[in-house]
């Protein structure tokens, strides 16, 4: 089997979506290679303040991956930059597991995408719940708050269905019912050879904690082939 690269989140890292949570021990204990990635502006990656440096943040993923045909894991901005790297190298992923997406990659609100800038940049707390778990996300001493906000200002979180279908692996696309990045319709549609499992009672900050999405996951990376 083909190392596992592991891409996580905005405004997380790989320690606390894959470390904290047991994905890397569970995987290794499969017997798989893992390679859990810091993106740009997150974690021990790089952190520019220029968001003209994040315009090209799939081609920077690309560059981080190990050689090989790999199996991927990638949830919410993650999970986007592994769908646009996957659509442009055919063939560098035998297969991927894509959690946190649907919708909102195709036809994503750019007001939505403001008032989470402006919930990251702020000190204060936002009120509403959502944006109120972005605020706190970044709370934290290792975030530098200035480079989240020029990511999202210069990376274009939407990807054309054109893109997706030239995706030539197998794709399982992990979506919470209460997840507000759905529906996963369009994805699924323009996806070549993919599958959806829908984790129930799952909303979308918590689909890396779901029992669910790491037994699929798991599943999925195991089954022999592309």
């Known amino acids: 089997m083909p190392p596992v690269v592991l891409v996580h989140g905005f405004g997380t890292s790989a320690r606390r979506t894959w470390g904290s949570l047991g994905w890397i021990d569970l995987l290794r204990e499969a017997g798989r290679e893992v390679h859990a990635i ?3 502006g997150h974690g ?3 952190k520019p303040h220029d968001p003209a440096a994040y315009a090209d943040l799939e081609g920077w993923l690309a560059e981080q991956l190990p050689e090989g045909p790999l ?10 930059l592994l769908l646009g790297v996957a659509a442009e190298r055919p063939g560098r992923f035998r297969r991927l597991v894509v959690a946190g997406v649907g919708r909102n990659i195709i036809r994503g609100d750019p007001e939505y995408r403001r008032r989470v800038a402006e919930a990251v940049a702020a000190v204060q707390r936002a009120e509403d719940p959502t944006m109120a778990y972005f605020s706190a996300l970044v709370d934290r001493p290792d975030v530098d708050r200035e ?7 210069g990376f274009e979180a939407n990807i054309e269905v054109s893109r997706l ?10 979506l919470g019912d209460r997840d ?3 529906p996963p319709t369009e994805l699924m549609a323009a996806l070549p050879d993919a599958e959806l499992r ?4 799952v909303d979308h900050f918590a689909t890396p904690k779901s029992f669910d999405f790491l037994d699929a996951a798991l ?8």
């Open 198 to 201: 829908t984790l129930r009672g």
């Open 38 to 40: 810091d993106v740009l």
């Open 44 to 46: 021990a990656a790089p």
């Open 71 to 80: 199996d991927a894991i990638g949830f919410s901005l993650g999970a986007r």
């Open 219 to 226: 599943d999925w990376l195991s089954e022999p082939g592309g």
């Open 147 to 153: 480079a989240l906000v020029a990511l999202l200002g």
């Open 165 to 174: 279908t030239r995706i030539t692996c197998p794709v399982l696309v992990a």
């Open 180 to 182: 507000h990045s759905g």
